[in-house]
């Protein structure tokens, strides 16, 4: 018996590039993220999330779209997975190691871009948006 069979080759590849591209991204936020630790320093949390977000002509935005295109990327390959192989799983074993193995490594790659996207560009971000829905509702 081979160890895996070639109709299962898409799966694979298609779990390769999607694990160097989250692998690439996750090495740029977190080098960008303690850039941004080093480089500002005030204390002041609203103060500070104005300066995360203008940061570098406003990387830290673009990081925050690259997560979310990544999270929406991570889910899509489980449930396309899931739907794709769960007719085959009871048939072949190799089916099932697909699934376990693509939902273990995608939802550690969610996990790992929720940490870093969180510290510190996601409060900065919710935080801008409080204050500016405040200010909104202030004005109305």
Do not use: H
């Amino acid at each position: 018996k081979k160890v895996m069979k070639n109709k299962y080759l898409a799966y694979w590849i298609v779990e390769i590039i999607n694990f160097i591209a989250t692998v690439i991204y996750l090495i740029l936020l977190a080098i960008f993220n303690r850039e941004l630790d080093s480089r500002i320093i005030t204390k002041n949390l609203f103060y500070k999330s104005f300066e995360i977000l203008a940061y570098g002509g406003g990387e830290a935005f673009n990081f925050l779209i690259w997560a979310f295109i990544f999270v929406f990327i991570q889910v899509i390959i489980v449930a396309i997975m899931v739907s794709q192989l769960k007719r085959n799983i009871s048939e072949d074993s190799d089916a099932l190691m697909i699934l376990v193995i693509s939902v273990i490594i995608n939802l550690i790659l969610l996990i790992m871009i929720m940490v870093e996207i969180t510290n510190p560009i996601l409060i900065a971000f919710m935080v801008c948006m409080i204050v500016g829905a405040g200010i909104g509702v202030g004005m109305s």
